[in-house]
């Protein structure tokens, strides 16, 4: 069974930040794409920012290009995401994603394990 575990979401003001992190004990990062894909109430889910099983690659949504960096340590197989100027378009569910070998990232049919979730709320 492969457990994908979200946390560090929470309520901050626009402008604020919050650093998320995914936790895989049973995955090899080194074989596996991981990610973070959001989902705000109404609308379809939407791939926020990946990095490729070797971990030269990433992709940013065009909206979150310089405020957020995705980033892996290796040995605590744990993934995080620092997302920074907060705003209140930013506010969704927010889902680890893996899967092995190449995928894309904006395809949330791409991924075969996702985590429960963490909610992040952004108020104005």
């Known amino acids: 069974l492969v457990e994908v575990v979200e946390s560090g979401g929470g309520l901050v003001q626009a402008g604020e930040s919050l650093r998320l992190s995914c936790t895989a004990p049973r995955l090899n990062f080194d074989d596996y794409t991981m990610g973070w894909f959001r989902q705000a109430p109404g609308q379809e889910r939407e791939g926020v920012s990946c990095?490729?099983?070797?971990?030269?690659?990433?992709y940013y949504e065009d909206s979150v290009k310089g405020r957020f960096t995705i980033s892996r340590d290796r040995s605590k197989n744990t993934l995080y995401l620092q997302m920074n100027s907060l705003k209140p378009e930013d506010t969704a569910m927010y889902y680890c994603?893996?899967?092995?070998?190449?995928?894309?990232?904006?395809?949330?049919?791409?991924?075969?394990?996702w985590g429960r979730g963490t909610q992040v709320t952004v108020s104005s």
């Open positions: 994603v893996a899967d092995l070998g190449d995928r894309r990232c904006t395809v949330a049919a791409d991924f075969e394990y």
């Open positions: 990095i490729g099983w070797s971990g030269t690659s990433t």
